[in-house]
């Protein structure tokens, strides 16, 4: 499909193509669509570019313009998509020079972004109050997540044949396609396969709930799924009770900061979530690190004044 390229091609034609020969069928679905929404945004950008008119400067407007809209990680990501289309036009001989060379990447301020978690008696109201059925419905979801701290897509990918009650583990090796057709797909990074250790009240709960289900079927998935669905649920509960609204992703921060106020290490959280380092980990609960440094400083202080 590449082999009838000219210099004189639009460049976002080339790489829409680019797309098509070299991504489609090897990366999933939802980094495919974000192939697909710069290529989008190629095209308002610099519909009339030309392959052979891709200079440095003209690469670099390209950048500017798209930051005005986004903040620098989103430019970031938009660039290296670019830049491997580009790299490959140059082996091509399409470009002689390449134009993402000492590319300066900006972008909007991002907006302070605040974590929406729930305390531990927020948390303790909240699964008092959950509707739990002798069938399953979509509270023992919220109660699963808030026990374990799961993705979203894998809570929903788990069947019963992933719960090992004599071991207190719970298993997670795959995700649920719920933003397209459905299926289990694999998870976000190898360090997402990982077991999890559930407390004896959650074992004894689903033991008893996931008698006669099959083994191999997702527990929670009855239809098409919506994220929309459930956490419209868990904000009605939280309502009701007159805690903080959140969202599902919110139940698997009040995990991780619970667990962190309760003095689990941070390399502890970080394999329980399924964090690829620690680094995500310590940069998403920075606010909550820096409290607990906080608290330790006064232990230090009050130890060493202790000596005197």
Request: hydrophobic share 40%.
């Amino acid at each position: 499909m590449l082999d009838d390229v000219n210099k004189t091609d639009l460049f976002c034609d080339y790489y829409k193509k680019w797309i098509q020969v070299y991504k489609e069928g090897a990366i999933r679905k939802v980094t495919m669509d974000k192939y697909y929404m710069s290529h989008s945004w190629l095209e308002k950008l610099a519909p009339t570019l030309k392959i052979c008119e891709l200079t440095r400067i003209a690469y670099q407007q390209i950048l500017n313009d798209y930051a005005l809209y986004h903040e620098r990680q989103t430019t970031m990501d938009f660039h290296h998509q670019l830049k491997g289309a580009i790299l490959d036009a140059v082996d091509e001989g399409l470009i002689e020079r390449d134009p993402t060379r000492k590319a300066i990447i900006k972008g909007k301020t991002p907006a302070p972004k605040k974590i929406k978690y729930l305390n531990q008696f927020e948390l303790h109201t909240l699964i008092a109050n959950l509707e739990l059925k002798t069938e399953v419905n979509w509270d023992w979801f919220i109660l699963l997540v808030a026990k374990t701290g799961m993705r979203f897509s894998e809570a929903l990918a788990v069947t019963p044949k992933d719960f090992d009650f004599a071991h207190q583990t719970l298993s997670i090796s795959k995700t649920w396609d719920y933003k397209g057709a459905g299926g289990f797909l694999p998870t976000k990074n190898k360090s997402s396969v990982r077991k999890i250790q559930i407390d004896w009240q959650t074992v004894i709960q689903f033991s008893e709930l996931l008698k006669g289900l099959p083994e191999d079927e997702p527990i929670f998935v009855k239809g098409k799924v919506y994220n929309s669905t459930v956490n419209d649920i868990l904000s009605r509960h939280c309502a009701s009770l007159k805690i903080p609204e959140i969202s599902i992703h919110g139940l698997r921060h009040t995990h991780a900061s619970l667990l962190l106020f309760a003095g689990v290490s941070i390399a502890s959280v970080a394999r329980r979530l399924g964090h690829a380092s620690m680094t995500t980990t310590q940069k998403t609960y920075l606010h909550i690190i820096q409290e607990l440094e906080n608290k330790d400083v006064d232990l230090v202080m009050r130890s060493l004044s202790s000596l005197s």
